[in-house]
Nanobody, 118 residues
Framework: QVQLVESGGGLVQAGGSLRLSCAAS????????MAWYRQFPGNERELVAG?????????HDSVKGRFTVSYNSTNNGMFLDLQMNSLKSEDTAVYYC??????????WGQGTQVTVSS
């Protein structure tokens, strides 16, 4: 199993910045994709930004140039931060850290609310 702990999020004015952090522990060697997702009310979860084990990152078109993921790996686990700049009201959502392991199994964090006031 993989455990994910998220931190960050909160309320910010439009144009401001927030940083989300995700720490993965457990069977991290089985992770081949780690990412941040978000979910708007009544919608399915969508990929915001992610990184595969080869270091390739990808971003949702709506966040390109504004959001950046940064990755780190230590003996204590894997870490993926999401730096969000130039936030817009339409970025308001619940953000989840998620990983994909062998067998296409997903693990999710508990989610953190990001609210951008206009």
């Amino acid at each position: 199993q993989v455990q994910l702990v998220e931190s960050g999020g909160g309320l910010v004015q439009a144009g401001g910045s927030l940083r989300l952090s995700c720490a993965a522990s457990g069977r991290v060697f089985s992770i081949f994709f780690m990412a941040w997702y978000r979910q708007f009310p009544g919608n399915e979860r969508e990929l915001v930004a992610g990184r595969n084990r080869d270091g390739i990152t990808n971003y949702h078109d709506s966040v390109k140039g504004r959001f950046t993921v940064s990755y780190n790996s230590t003996n204590n686990g894997m870490f993926l931060d999401l730096q969000m700049n130039s936030l817009k009201s339409e970025d308001t959502a619940v953000y989840y850290c998620g990983v994909v392991v062998g067998g296409a199994k997903h693990y999710w964090g508990q989610g953190t609310q990001v609210t951008v006031s206009s």
